[in-house]
């Protein structure tokens, strides 16, 4: 059977068919009203945006849900996990101070935020999944700990995965810097000559995998790759290495999603934001041109339904001849596909059906 994808279009005509009236409308028809009892504790899994980002999704819109959510009696929290890069959301200081920087006060979304890893990006549990690539995987803790959320995730493309949607935000933005590391790779991390010794690091390594020598420290053979280290080190002189093929760092994000939502049943509802479409993630300190115009909001129970209709409205669209988009650009082409040629973006789905998270096939119901 088809899931169901309800999408309310950009077009509005008066305040009764507003953009954040049409969020509202898109929470009831989609009946993510009806998991919420009175006193539920509900995570909201968004991203805030990198310091310098414009393109996230507006805190206004948050609030719609953060409303609906207490008209039911819940009480919801705003969240995300730490990044493995060194950026404005390293740790979970900056983090918080980003995500007020780009307006989510609570003044304006009217819930405290939670950053679901702590401060350093070690606060998380196991959740085993027994899938191909992993037998489990972390979960930023205040995220497993509930048995209920609404992921809110601003679909736009991304540079390893080929697009960022509901997936995405489920594996890289419910996982700690540690969980980020496995999808990325299974490649020990790299020290960098900005190494000072300090051996914070050999403290934390959970198989003393890292050693000195030279006065710096230098990771062993016995490594496992769980990015502990990265998260650490004070001076963030420990990065990841990125060369995982691309179709094994999907496989092992969609397998990460599985694991972000395995406790939590039918409770978790999915809202996919397609405007302000950009070639790249939010977690860059810059946002460009957009792709595509904007196309309007998605909601559904089932996080692979939703990203496979997103992707297939925004490739109904023409494409924005002053973007980065160098091809592609007519109705009915692959826009993603345009910005990356190699990446099979496609996979994201049909491993997902695969594995149980969701289903490819879709029934898209305009409200």
């Known amino acids: 059977m088809k899931s169901k994808v309800y999408f309310a279009g950009v077009h509005t005509q008066g305040k009764q068919e507003s953009l954040l009236a049409k969020m509202r409308r898109l929470f009831d028809r989609a009946g993510f009203g009806d998991m919420i009892s009175r006193d539920d504790i509900v995570a909201i899994k968004i991203h805030f945006g990198e310091k310098g980002n414009t393109a996230y999704i507006r805190p206004t819109f948050a609030r719609q849900i953060v409303d609906k959510i207490k008209e039911k009696g819940g009480k919801p929290f705003l969240t995300d996990s730490n990044t493995l890069y060194n950026g404005s959301r390293a740790n979970g200081v900056d983090h918080y101070n980003t995500a007020i920087y780009n307006g989510f006060s ?31 995987v972390k979960i930023s803790k205040e995220i497993g700990n509930v048995s209920k959320m609404i992921v809110l995730s601003h679909f736009k ?95 092992r994000m969609v397998e990460y999603a599985y694991g972000a939502v395995r406790n939590k049943g039918d409770n978790v509802g999915y809202i996919n934001v397609l405007m302000n479409i950009t070639p790249l993630c939010d977690c860059y300190g810059f946002s460009g041109a957009y792709i595509v115009p904007d196309i309007g909001i998605l909601a559904s129970k089932d996080p692979v339904a939703i990203d496979a209709a997103s992707y297939d409205l925004v490739n109904e669209q023409s494409g924005n001849l002053n973007s980065s988009l160098k091809c592609n650009h007519e109705k009915g082409e692959d826009k993603f596909r345009g910005l990356y040629s190699s990446i099979d973006t496609v996979r994201q789905f049909s491993y997902g059906e695969e594995i149980g998270l969701g289903n490819k096939e879709y029934e898209l119901i305009n409200i």
Request: with cysteine; charged share 15%.
């Open 106 to 136: 609570y003044a304006v979304v009217n819930a405290p935020i939670i950053i679901a890893d702590g401060i350093h990006s070690n606060n998380f549990i196991e959740v085993r999944i027994d899938k191909k690539h992993f037998e489990s």
């Open 157 to 251: 493309g991304h540079e390893n995965a080929g697009i960022g949607g509901a997936i995405k935000n489920l594996a890289m933005g419910c996982a700690p810097a540690a969980g980020k590391q496995q999808q990325h790779s299974a490649i020990k991390p790299k020290v960098s000559s900005k190494c000072v010794g300090c051996s914070t690091c050999l403290e934390y390594c959970p198989v003393s995998a890292i050693t000195k020598e030279g006065g710096k420290a230098l990771i062993g053979e016995t490594c496992i790759g769980c990015g502990e280290c990265i998260s650490i080190c004070p001076i963030r002189a420990i990065s990841p290495q990125w060369s995982t093929e691309i179709p094994i760092f999907l496989e």
